[in-house]
């Protein structure tokens, strides 16, 4: 069965801290690594990782994937009091139904002033 | 323009009372899918349409919730006999084609509470 686990559940950090979050995963027949920001009740997409050792960066956000150790990992730099949220990992499959999402349970970051 | 629209935005059911929730996906989108996000968790997967024809239901947790989208556009959920355990967020994400994931688009989600 498809799994993503995250860590950590919970992190939280002054204003300007680095940050890293912990994607691992086991998938049959992978397609991709997404990552989202879920501040209120609609996640939003963050990176779309296919393949290993590639970043993808999105100003102070950035994202790379080792498919052969199956993890991931979310980097935010000089946080902000705005990147409060809760950091959603999913991942992919080929097959019917692709597109299929199954989701970690989440990391929920605070960003203290 | 006009992103995934979900009504209601919440909702209080007594125990055993039957609901509908809608999803008004982008327009054009081709792929519908459910999700169902309990506190604390992130999403599982329900149920995956493409236009009218629901494709994957492997995830609807008993047959009390059915899904439906019979004109390839809006789609309801209905949750028979509601129970406490049925308590969530439901999310509704579209998509416009059965390619990558990427760009597939959520709703804000209709929080759902059984009493």
Known sequence: EDKVVQSPLSLVVHEGDTVTLNCSYEVTNFRS???????????????????????????????????????????????????????????????QGAQKLVFGQGTRLTINP | GAG??????????????????????????VSLFWYQQALGQGPEFLTYFQNEAQLDKSGLPSDRFFAERPEGSVSTLKIQRTQQEDSAVYLCASSPTSGSAETQYFGPGTRLLVL
């Open chain 2, 4 to 29: 995934v629209s979900q009504s209601p935005r919440y909702k209080v059911a007594k125990r055993g009372q039957d609901v509908a929730l809608r999803c008004d996906p982008i327009s054009g989108h």
């Open chain 1, 33 to 95: 690594l997404l990552w989202y920001k879920q501040e209120k009740k609609a996640p939003t997409f963050l990176f779309m990782l296919t393949s290993s050792g590639i970043e993808k960066k999105s100003g102070r956000l950035s994202s790379i994937l080792d498919k052969k150790e199956l993890f991931s990992i979310l980097n935010i730099t000089a946080t902000q009091t705005g990147d409060s949220a809760i950091y959603l990992c999913a991942v992919e499959g080929w097959g």
